[in-house]
């Protein structure tokens, strides 16, 4: 290697072929190479690999390339595509060969100054409206293989094709942007000559924010400082020229320009106990374009001015734990969306967290016509809704003997009622039963439930008026009379 015309921007090299040629190699083995220089200060870093080569002896050149077609033209170029060889002469192709010629003169010259690799090819400076022969030949370690020639020649002129729209995977998604954001849809088309591109919104006219940019080969919308009155389906885009109209598509999932939600509506406090309370809200006005994902409660001591997440749910109503007995809390919740969280809505007023005294009261309204019947040996049951704030303590007395749970006897009792169960009624059941209901209100009312003489088929219970009550106590009490029959065969 020497060099000859140096100057400050270039030199010109000369070398000599390589006196030896790579050997010792082993047939059938494949092989990669690659190349390093070396001068007096060392050997440089190599060079790229080369394609993997398969040692072995030449058998015979490719056959000739088949299906070769013209796929696309213009006024300066023509693309050739075609399929391999049917046979590669028992060695790997290397490349393609591409040659032309004009039809009226008949000298084939080469195209390419490498071999082609890829099965489809684009001559370019062509002269507009000139006709065309192309062929193709395969290339491998043996050499040329046969050519494989288009069947007729081709003129090198703009092919006119309606438009076709590409839509890929995102333009169908749905694109969620935040107030006073940007989004861009871009989309690909084909057709010749350049359709133009045409874009319209469902419901509504495009904003003055909207920017369109369309070229020979694509048309992007772009809308800056989205608002929620973006928000839509940007639904039809045509392409269009003189030659056809693409088909329209309608984009599947809408644009949606959020920000952040409305407050939400009336926060209320609907109830305490000793360590809880009990909020309820409304949705807000509005959700700023975007699904409310859920709310934030959060509270304070009265006079403090630190405010603390008491929790986060997704429905209008929330049971707030572990706050401290007779302390005053003041609440308030905020409505969260995907662009972020809404101004807070306060309750009207700061709460006391206590448990409520409510006086124990019985509803006997619920026994038809005052009068319950049945058979002797058969079971009655005396259903009462009950109330009261502490919930409270229930007694059933038969006279003055308090009522325990046996085999016939069962007394099931909740927050809400409670009911005395008698199996297998008999003589001995008979007598004034009394319901006591007592807790810390202050109040006192009692039910008594008598059961009187025997006829002959049936039982009965006959509901009175409740008895007196008596506010020295915390006692609640009324009666029921009820009648037991024997069955006389």
């Not at 395969?138 to 007729?152: F, L």
């Not at 309820?280 to 374009?289: R, S, T």
């Not at 109330?387 to 003997?401: C, D, F, H, I, Y």
């Not at 046996?406 to 003589?427: A, F, N």
Request: charged fraction near 25%; charge should be negative.
């Amino acid at each position: 290697l020497r060099f000859t015309n140096i100057s400050a921007e270039k030199a010109t090299l000369w070398w000599s072929p390589p006196e030896n040629d790579v050997t010792h190699l082993t047939e059938g083995y494949e092989y990669e190479f690659r190349v390093m220089a070396e001068n007096g200060a060392g050997v440089g870093p190599p060079s790229g690999t080369s394609r993997l080569f398969k040692c072995r002896e030449p058998t015979s050149s490719p056959s000739a390339p088949t299906l070769v077609k013209v796929i696309d033209s213009t006024k300066t170029s023509i693309t050739l595509e075609w399929t391999k060889p049917v046979f590669d002469g028992g060695m790997q192709i290397i490349g393609y060969i591409i040659e032309m010629c004009k039809a009226s003169l008949e000298e084939w010259h080469r195209v390419n100054t490498q071999t082609c690799i890829q099965t489809r090819y684009t001559v370019t400076d062509l002269e507009p409206g000139e006709e065309y022969k192309f062929r193709v030949c395969a290339v491998n370690g043996a050499g040329k293989g046969e050519t494989s020639e288009i069947p007729n020649a081709v003129q090198a002129l703009d092919r006119l094709t309606s438009p076709e729209i590409d839509i890929d995977a995102d333009f169908k998604q749905t694109h969620i942007v935040k107030n006073g954001g940007t989004v861009t849809l871009h989309i690909p088309f084909r057709g010749k000559p350049a359709p133009l591109a045409t874009w319209t919104k469902a419901d509504g006219e495009l904003g003055v924010m909207v920017d369109i940019n369309t070229t020979e080969t694509f048309s992007t919308l772009t809308i800056e400082n989205c608002t929620r009155y973006d928000a839509g389906k940007y639904t039809l885009v045509i392409a269009e020229n003189q030659y056809g109209q693409g088909e329209p598509y309608e984009m599947s999932e809408p644009i949606i320009a959020t920000e952040e939600p409305a407050p939400p509506k009336r926060l209320d406090v609907i109830d305490t106990t000793a360590t809880t309370a009990s909020l309820v809200w409304m949705k807000p006005e509005h959700d700023g374009g975007s699904r409310i994902t859920g709310y934030i409660v959060e509270t304070r001591k009265k006079g403090s001015d630190r405010w603390v997440v008491g929790g986060q749910t997704k429905s209008l109503k929330m049971v707030l734990e572990g706050l401290v007995e007779n302390t005053e809390y003041e609440f308030r919740v905020k409505a969260q969306n995907d662009t972020g969280v809404s101004y807070p809505r306060d309750a009207l007023t700061s709460v006391i967290v206590k448990e409520p005294r409510i006086e124990p009261t019985a509803d006997l309204s619920g026994i038809n016509k005052q009068l319950i019947t049945c058979k002797t040996g058969s079971s009655f049951a005396i259903d009462i809704p009950i109330s009261g704030r502490p919930a409270p303590k229930v007694t059933w007395k038969l006279e003055e003997m308090k009522l325990k749970e046996t085999d016939r006897v069962s007394i099931k009792t909740s927050q809400e009622r409670t009911t005395l169960t008698v199996k297998d009624s008999k003589r001995g059941d008979s007598g004034k039963y009394y319901l006591t209901l007592e807790n810390a209100a202050g109040a006192e009312c009692t039910n008594s439930v008598s059961l009187l003489e025997m006829v002959q088929e049936s039982t009965a219970c006959l509901l009175n008026q409740p008895g007196q009550s008596r506010a020295k106590t915390n006692t609640v009490r009324q009666y029921l009379q009820m009648v037991i029959h024997d069955y006389i065969a």
